[in-house]
């Protein structure tokens, strides 16, 4: 029987273990570069057998919080060297999460202060983060404006240049963001996308921007070292989709041939409720489907794990678990999780935005 402990080969990459630390914003990166501060705190959770970076814009109008880490422009590809030497450093593996926000933004972090983008000209009922007088504060969302069919070739190039620019930066790979009601999500799901044309309507025309995006990266880097986030039933962002099942057995048959690392599940609610009453959803089924269409890509499972459940997660068949906010306030979660415990508490007041404290300074075991 395999456990979370043991050494498992994820695409082209070799990992340690099976415990994978989770995206997680952090909004510690000013101008979106990253900074020694973040190699600091990526190599101190080195021991995770792989890191999957926080959330990192392909373009300036991906951004959609105030200081996130960019990966558009040489400055920010040299901030990331220097994160992914240190990880390397210390025997760690690292991945990139690659991400456009679409309409989780505000005029004051897009390019001319203009609208953010979206699949359709509909606002989503969500906050983002602001910089106010030197303080993280979460405001409304802007009102978006959709996205003519001629800019979404740009979009697609946009995500491929970002992969090349996370090899330049010495990444070991990439994980797509199509999660959590930023743009691919929007396009996936009904709630947000009421395009006419071929990116909108039916099941196909809906994924057809994931695919797209995916097809690009891997062209560029390979299947190997790409991973991809979904999120089938989250309200995350104010995002809904009329017939979750259907619509990921479609994108994940539509995967199983493009030879990925990963595809990385968000059971339930973000951060919140693994069952969510009126969205219930079969992830078994869906890996079924997955697997029955060829597909061999490691399996990963997130939202809300502990140790039990996640050793019973790969008794069911999944291959790595993500954590995420035990990350945070555990640098050396694998021994800890070895152990069982002691688990320090993380800090919500220092989640986004700050310095060191909250960041750098939990301690690990003696
Ligand atoms: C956030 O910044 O709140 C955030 C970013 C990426 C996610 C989810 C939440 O996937």
Same mark, same amino acid.
Request: charge should be negative; hydrophobic fraction near 40%; aromatic fraction near 8%.
């Given at each position: 029987m395999s456990t979370l402990f043991e050494?498992v080969?994820? %695409?082209?990459?070799?990992?340690?273990n099976r415990v994978v630390m989770a995206?997680?914003?952090?909004?510690?990166?000013?101008?979106?570069?990253?900074?020694?501060?973040?190699?600091?705190?990526?190599?101190?959770?080195?021991?995770a057998g792989?890191?999957?970076?926080?959330?990192?814009?392909?373009?300036?109008?991906?951004?959609?919080?105030?200081?996130?880490?960019?990966?558009?422009?040489?400055?920010?590809?040299?901030?990331?060297?220097?994160?992914?030497?240190?990880?390397?450093?210390?025997?760690?593996?690292?991945?990139?999460?690659?991400?456009?926000?679409?309409?989780?933004?505000?005029?004051?972090?897009?390019?001319?202060?203009?609208?953010?983008?979206?699949?359709?000209?509909?606002?989503?009922?969500?906050?983002?983060?602001?910089?106010?007088?030197?303080?993280?504060?979460?405001?409304?969302?802007?009102?978006?404006?959709?996205?003519?069919?001629?800019?979404?070739?740009?979009?697609?190039?946009?995500?491929?240049?970002?992969?090349?620019?996370?090899?330049?930066?010495?990444?070991?790979?990439?994980?797509?963001?199509?999660? @959590? %009601?930023?743009?691919?999500?929007?396009?996936?799901?009904?709630?947000? @996308?009421?395009?006419?044309?071929?990116?909108?309507?039916?099941?196909?025309?809906?994924?057809?921007?994931?695919?797209?995006?995916?097809?690009?990266?891997?062209?560029?880097?390979? %299947?190997?070292?790409?991973?991809?986030?979904?999120?089938?039933?989250?309200?995350?962002?104010?995002?809904?989709?009329?017939?979750?099942?259907?619509?990921?057995?479609?994108?994940?048959?539509?995967?199983?041939?493009?030879?990925?690392?990963?595809?990385?599940l968000?059971e339930?609610?973000? %951060?919140?409720?693994r069952?969510?009453?009126?969205? $219930?959803?079969?992830?078994?089924?869906?890996?079924?489907?997955?697997?029955?269409?060829?597909?061999?890509?490691?399996w990963m499972v997130n939202n809300g794990y502990d140790l039990s459940l996640a050793e019973q997660a790969l008794k069911d068949g999944a291959d790595l678990v993500a954590f995420g906010k035990s990350f945070?306030?555990n640098?050396?979660l694998v021994?800890r999780l070895r152990?069982g415990g $002691?688990f320090?508490?993380?800090?919500?007041?220092?989640?986004?935005?700050?310095?060191?404290?909250?960041?750098?300074?939990?301690?690990?075991?003696?």
């Amino acid at each position: 029987m395999s456990t979370l402990f043991e050494p498992v080969a994820v %695409g082209d990459l070799q990992l340690a273990n099976r415990v994978v630390m989770a995206p997680l914003t952090r909004n510690r990166a000013p101008g979106a570069v990253p900074t020694p501060l973040m190699a600091t705190y990526y190599s101190q959770r080195a021991t995770a057998g792989l890191l999957v970076t926080e959330a990192t814009p392909v373009s300036h109008q991906g951004q959609g919080y105030a200081d996130v880490p960019g990966l558009y422009a040489p400055e920010q590809i040299a901030g990331w060297q220097i994160v992914t030497k240190s990880v390397h450093d210390a025997g760690g593996k690292i991945v990139v999460q690659l991400w456009h926000v679409g309409r989780v933004s505000h005029n004051d972090l897009q390019p001319g202060g203009g609208a953010p983008v979206a699949p359709s000209a509909i606002r989503a009922q969500t906050k983002t983060v602001l910089i106010v007088d030197g303080v993280p504060t979460f405001v409304d969302t802007s009102e978006p404006r959709a996205l003519a069919l001629d800019e979404l070739p740009g979009i697609v190039k946009d995500f491929r240049q970002a992969a090349l620019n996370a090899v330049e930066a010495g990444f070991d790979g990439v994980e797509i963001h199509a999660a @959590n %009601g930023y743009l691919i999500d929007q396009f996936l799901k009904t709630g947000s @996308n009421h395009r006419t044309d071929a990116y909108g309507g039916s099941i196909e025309d809906r994924a057809r921007l994931l695919i797209e995006v995916v097809k690009a990266v891997t062209d560029a880097i390979g %299947g190997g070292r790409t991973g991809i986030r979904l999120s089938p039933v989250t309200p995350a962002n104010d995002v809904v989709d009329a017939d979750p099942q259907p619509l990921f057995d479609h994108v994940v048959r539509q995967l199983a041939p493009m030879n990925l690392a990963y595809l990385h599940l968000i059971e339930g609610a973000t %951060g919140g409720p693994r069952e969510i009453a009126d969205r $219930p959803f079969d992830y078994a089924a869906l890996r079924a489907a997955y697997r029955a269409a060829g597909g061999k890509a490691a399996w990963m499972v997130n939202n809300g794990y502990d140790l039990s459940l996640a050793e019973q997660a790969l008794k069911d068949g999944a291959d790595l678990v993500a954590f995420g906010k035990s990350f945070i306030a555990n640098p050396d979660l694998v021994e800890r999780l070895r152990r069982g415990g $002691p688990f320090n508490t993380p800090d919500r007041n220092t989640f986004y935005g700050g310095g060191e404290q909250g960041y750098t300074d939990y301690p690990a075991l003696a």
